[in-house]
């Protein structure tokens, strides 16, 4: 049964497989490219067939094997050769199902990502916090690690970096970077825990993989109103949308306080959208939204406006702000991705200055 499971491992590395899906009744499924593609030479697998995996991947370790048991859910790294995967394994009708993240090894440069200046600029300069945020997969740690890159490069600062999995394994250039794991059996157990005791760490520069509940997000402002640069990621969709679930973390009675902390302390959103191109390629979309004083402002309002938000992004090119409707009408212009595909990633109030946007550029590019 390992040698089944090795070679699944050998047709996603082989495929540039982003994901591995294993189901019981299925046959093995990869994710290449945005899309689900069947292994049709390996049979459907069976319910014994997954324990076998769980009990490769864990290394027939009780200690993880009881974690599984007790909480119906496991994240685990697991290494195949030279390739890294990120294993989660939870529970449907009763029967475990497995998904695999390969972890790309090579470090990501800024430069390839499909990202404004102003990102970087603001990563190397400023003190305060800035978010990165995105669907799953929509290559949030990759932004993240391209960013520590840079400020390893041209930087002498402490970098701390806390992840769930260590994804890519920095070495130290101008900076120092500490890389911790979250979770059971890793250097620290939660997020919360980890950017808590960073504040004994005299480190410059902490990294926060995932934001996902109050007590963290207290934790991470806490950091950035100390004078520190915290980069984190939370899974929202847009830059307003960041902000709205920041606030709503909090009960209503202490929205105030913490809208002005934020005002204060986020410097910087950057939301980020895959999209499958017109070669099966994956492009990158991003939005990106600079915290000045008028969207603070905005933010510190009895009633935070998405839309006032958004509206601001879009008027706002000058003080480097990135609108979804531009970015995704750079993308059509440059024939990256088609207008259908872009029109489906904004509501119908702007779908209309998307085409208008998108005609004019290729007007320009013509003539």
């Not at 997954?50 to 009881?66: A, E, H, R, V």
């Not at 970077?177 to 504040?199: A, R, W």
């Not at 492009?283 to 969207?295: A, N, Q, T």
């Amino acid at each position: 049964m390992g040698d089944m499971l090795d070679m699944i491992f050998e047709q996603a590395i082989a495929r540039e497989a982003s994901d591995i899906h294993l189901l019981t009744g299925n046959k093995p499924l990869l994710r290449v490219s945005k899309e689900l593609v069947y292994l049709d030479m390996m049979p459907e697998l069976k319910p014994q067939d997954m324990i076998n995996f769980i009990n490769k991947i864990s290394n027939n370790n009780p200690k993880i094997i009881k974690l599984l048991e007790d909480t119906r859910m496991l994240d685990i790294n697991y290494k195949y050769n030279d390739s890294r995967f990120r294993v989660n394994v939870s529970y449907s009708m009763d029967v475990p199902t497995i998904t695999m993240r390969l972890i790309k090894e090579q470090l990501p440069y800024y430069d390839t990502l499909n990202l404004p200046q102003n990102v970087r600029d603001y990563t190397l300069k400023s003190q305060g916090l800035i978010l990165v945020t995105g669907k799953p997969g929509s290559g949030k740690s990759t932004t993240l690690s391209a960013l520590v890159n840079e400020i390893n490069e041209h930087e002498n600062k402490k970098i701390l970096m806390l992840e769930s999995p260590i994804e890519y394994v920095h070495q130290n250039k101008r900076s120092v970077i500490v890389q911790k794991e979250v979770g059971p059996f890793g250097d620290c157990k939660t997020y919360h825990e980890g950017v808590i005791n960073s504040l004994r760490e005299d480190c410059d520069v902490l990294i926060v993989g995932e934001i996902r509940d109050k007590e963290t997000m207290d934790a991470t402002i806490e950091m950035a109103e100390t004078g520190h640069l915290v980069l984190g990621t939370l899974h929202t969709n847009s830059c307003s949308e960041t902000i709205d679930r920041i606030i709503n973390f909090y009960p209503t009675e202490d929205q105030p306080t913490i809208k002005f902390m934020i005002a204060n302390v986020l410097k910087l959103v950057v939301s980020q959208r895959m999209l499958r191109g017109g070669y099966g390629n994956l492009v990158m979309i991003p939005e990106v939204l600079v915290v000045d004083d008028h969207i603070g402002g905005m933010i510190k309002k009895e009633k935070f406006n998405n839309i006032e938000v958004d509206d601001a992004m879009q008027s706002g090119r000058e003080k480097g702000n990135l609108s979804i409707v531009f970015s995704l009408a750079e993308a059509v212009i440059d024939e990256k991705i088609t207008l259908d595909q872009a029109l489906k990633e904004v509501d119908m109030r702007r779908q209309e200055l998307l085409t208008r946007v998108v005609m004019a550029g290729r007007q320009r590019k013509f003539y």
